[in-house]
């Protein structure tokens, strides 16, 4: 349902908050001509032996969106499993035990959707004793023509001969004995059995979607698709993990691309190409994904012109400039969104960067707004990770561009300069 006031607007245009339940996606999702969902699909549904699909793109480009639309279209064809990695990463660092024995607990609940109770028994049985301690009674009982032990976890049964000391003369000692944890071999093991029994029973594979793994650090990436590797890649399930675009400039992202069945890049919308010329399509994409939720009465073709023009085709700055633009309509007791207001919550964003940015980051992205090349290294990768820049284009036809809100503060630079 589209907004029917601005507040309205306000909740629907969230940029932390992508496309994922169904109502969403048939209400809002538009259609995206470079998008790779197609061959994803062909794969997952053609392959046979659990494929593993790496998805990436920039910053802010609409991967999990994409996801979502992707687990709408499959979802008659496979057992979903949807797991978004922000619940498991902490400081920029993704707990991949965490995240695994949440894959375990989303395959028990298709196992009980499937009517699989011993399946379902084992993973409940499964999580019981891996809770720590167990507290056990060692026992030694002295009878004719010998000692017997027995270690009884029954503290009735221990009660009885308690009461019977004198007679049997014996001796109690009460250990605790640990119960190993279980490790990930374990979790993947019972995931692997379970996702078995689930598609003798459906005759439908698991399909595990996990988006915002791009959102953890460079370094905690190199380590799971490298040290971690086997953990992501002998589940038995059909898996498409997201990752950080960086990891492709890393000498052994090589080795990563050999152990995955596909490595995919959602590219951003371009609202111009690299020489400057307008690109019609994608600023009508652009258009019609603030169109689908705001009518015309609430933003004015020329401000919706103008958004689409400041985003730089980054879904996520599209989003968010909507949303600020909502809240200056508020603050002002305004019922619309037009250029004005546009250019209001314009300055607002302009200002964070401004008070953050020092002349290095200024000469650098003046640098790459005028080569159109990515800056490997750790002030261009910073620049990058803060959407200050992006990626755009496909296959050998990359490019970059600095965020367009942010072409006054390089105008600067080159004043001064001259």
Known sequence: MKANSIEDALRLFDPHYPLVDEDDIKAYYVERDTSPLAEIKTILKTDTGFPKVLLSGSPGCGKCTELGKLK????????????????????????LEGLITKILKEV??????????????????????????ELNTEVTISVKGGKGKDLLADTKLLDKFSGERSEHEDIFKQVAKKISKPGLDDVIKLINETAEEIDLKSKKDVLVLVPDMDKISLDNAKDLFSKSLQNLTKIQCFMVYTFPLLLKYDQDFINIYHNFNGV??????????????????GQKKLKEIITKRMPSKLIYDEAVDLIVKLSGGIVYELIKLVRQCCIVA??????????????????RIRRVYRSVYFDEERKLLLQIRQDKQFLNTDAGKKLFNQLSFTEYGTGDDIWYDVNPILFPILEEIELAEE
């Open 330 to 347: 508020l603050m002002e007791k305004i019922k619309f969104i037009d250029d004005e207001v546009v250019r209001d919550a314009e300055e």
């Open 72 to 95: 709408e279209d499959l979802k008659k064809e496979l057992h979903i499993v949807f797991i978004s990695a922000k619940e498991f990463t902490s400081n920029f660092e993704l707990n």
């Open 264 to 281: 995919y890049y959602l590219p951003n919308f371009t609202v111009f190409d690299q020489f400057g010329n307008p690109d019609e399509n």
């Open 108 to 133: 028990a609940v298709i196992a009980e959707k499937e009517k699989l109770k011993d399946q379902k028994e084992k993973i409940e049985k499964f999580f019981q004793l891996s809770h720590g301690w």
